[in-house]
């Protein structure tokens, strides 16, 4: 089990930045898929960002495609999503989560969550 926390969110305005992070412990996550997805109120959870452990690569959803990047530090245990040019649509809790995923935009490939981190962007 990886215990999972995330931190970084806040108030920001339309085409402001953000820097979200996720700290991990209990194991390490080297070997783990990790990845953020997000859920705006009245919506389903929805992928953003995932770093697959096999093979090293990083996906975006379309929505987030060159306005945002993911890092991660397997020897820090830490995961980054730097979001730029914020719009408002992007408001949502936003979950750091890591699994082994055969379907890696599938929030259900994922059985480690962490509480989540608000992100409100004003018009």
Known sequence: QVHLVESGGGL???GGSLKLSCAASGRAIV???MAWFRQAPG???EFVAVSLWKGGS??????M???CSMA???V?????LQMNRLEPEDTAVYYCAAGYASNWRSSADYDNWGQGTQV???S
């Open 12 to 14: 920001v305005q339309t």
């Open 76 to 80: 820090k245990n830490m995961l980054y």
């Open 72 to 74: 991660r530090d397997d």
């Open 120 to 122: 409100t962007v004003s």
């Open 43 to 45: 919506k389903e959870r």
């Open 58 to 63: 990083t996906n975006y959803a379309d929505s």
């Open 65 to 67: 495609k060159g306005r």
């Open 31 to 33: 070997t783990y898929d």
